[in-house]
């Protein structure tokens, strides 16, 4: 079942953020003047110390949402504006990222926006082709997808014969080497201007005429695909990402762990082409 995490974590800090307020405004001035009388009715030392022990013992809850909510806040502020881990729960995206693979997606570099409600406060950069970007798919805000920006609004992209072009160029590609595993035979290419390529994956065993067409970019939007352009549902299928979609650009990964019966190894960490 899917939950809403940040809406949660926001829950969170505010429930916390409220108790600790309220402790300081109304409950601890309470606790303070209780102390203040036990002092003034004096006895035995032991008594008093006991005494005031007891009256200025904060609330187990109190005590709880104090001790959490500069963590919950920390996390808060690091998730939503600069960085949120990720992991990669599909294949679209091989060979640059495989099954398992967790990620850092930076929040800062495509403007800052609101928690939850996803409205951007602060713009910085727009995303570049070429770019590694986490976003929700029109239609299933709920769910972030991650796929890679071949398209900017008003570029022209076609993709035909597996070749993607871009305003009536194609796009540079390189054979690396062909493969195979258990499903199918594949090669792998390099694609993209120089200094600026990245690994796709094209299977020979595989040709879906529905992926090929002819798109216009509309202003405000972009054009995704994965990067295993057979297995990838992408902009090819379903549109384009609106703007108000975007949640970050991936930039590193920091472990792999495909499956709770295998231990995490980091094997393929480091910075996302």
Do not use: C
Request: zero cysteines; proline letters at 6%.
């Amino acid at each position: 079942m899917d939950f809403n995490f940040p809406l949660l974590l926001v829950l969170a800090v505010f429930i916390t953020g409220i108790i600790a307020l309220i402790d300081r405004l109304f409950l601890l001035p309470r606790r303070r003047a209780a102390v203040a009388r036990v002092k003034e009715q004096g006895g035995g030392s032991d008594a008093v110390d006991s005494a005031i022990s007891e009256v200025s013992k904060e609330p187990a809850v109190v005590e709880t949402a104090k001790s959490i909510f500069p963590v919950l806040l920390f996390v808060l502020v690091v998730r939503s504006f600069l960085f949120e881990p990720f992991q990669i729960p599909s294949g679209s995206m091989i060979p640059t990222l495989e099954v398992g693979d967790f990620i850092l997606v930076n929040k800062y570099d495509y403007g800052l926006r609101l928690p939850v409600i996803g409205t951007k406060v602060l713009s910085v950069d727009d995303p570049e082709r070429g770019d590694v970007m986490v976003f929700k798919q029109p239609g299933q805000e709920h769910i972030n997808f991650i796929k890679r920006v071949i398209g900017l609004p008003g570029d022209v992209i076609r993709y035909q014969g597996k070749r993607v072009s871009v305003n009536d160029e194609l796009l540079p590609e390189e054979f690396v080497a062909q493969l195979s595993d258990q499903r199918s035979i594949y090669r792998l290419y390099t694609e993209g201007k120089p200094g600026e390529e990245y690994e796709i994956r094209k299977e020979l065993t595989s040709n879906d005429y529905r992926a090929e067409g002819e798109w216009v970019v509309p202003e405000g939007m972009y054009f995704v695909m994965g990067d295993n352009r057979d297995r990838s549902n992408d902009s090819r299928y379903w549109g384009f990402v609106p703007e108000a979609n975007i949640v970050g650009k991936a930039v590193y990964i920091w472990m792999h762990w495909p499956s709770w019966t295998q231990l995490p190894n980091f094997k393929n960490n480091g910075s996302i082409n």
